[in-house]
């Protein structure tokens, strides 16, 4: 059974940065592109960044572009969020996900995780 476990969420004031990590259990996912959603409350549930199984490519949502960073560790079966800057706009509960085709659409990943909440107060 696939988990991935999502930590780092926190409530901070603006300008603050957080580094949000996703561990992945019970399957070898470092073949899998793994990626960071969001959700506010009362939107959809939007892309924020991915990485490519080899860590050769990455996206970021233009809305986050040079002040959210991904990486992945596969030693530790772990990828991170790298956020700074924080607005409150960034409010949302934070997805990691994992799946076997690169994209920026959720029906794209199979796996998620439960989620981590991000509130940034002005």
């Known amino acids: 059974q696939v988990q991935l476990v999502e930590s780092g969420g926190a409530a901070v004031q603006a300008g603050a940065s957080l580094r949000l990590s996703c561990v992945a259990s019970?399957?070898?996912l470092n073949w899998y592109t793994k990626a960071w959603f969001r959700q506010a409350p009362g939107k959809e549930r939007?892309?924020?960044?991915?990485?490519?199984?080899?860590?050769?490519?990455?996206d970021i949502a233009d809305s986050v572009k040079g002040r959210f960073t991904m990486s992945r560790d596969d030693a530790k079966e772990t990828v991170y969020l790298q956020m700074n800057n924080l607005k409150p706009d960034d409010t949302a509960i934070y997805y990691c996900a994992a799946g076997g085709n690169y994209g920026t659409d959720v029906p794209g990943y199979t796996w998620w995780g439960q989620g981590t909440q991000v509130t940034v107060s002005s």
């Open positions: 939007e892309f924020v960044a991915a990485i490519s199984w080899n860590g050769a490519r990455t």
């Open positions: 019970g399957r070898a």
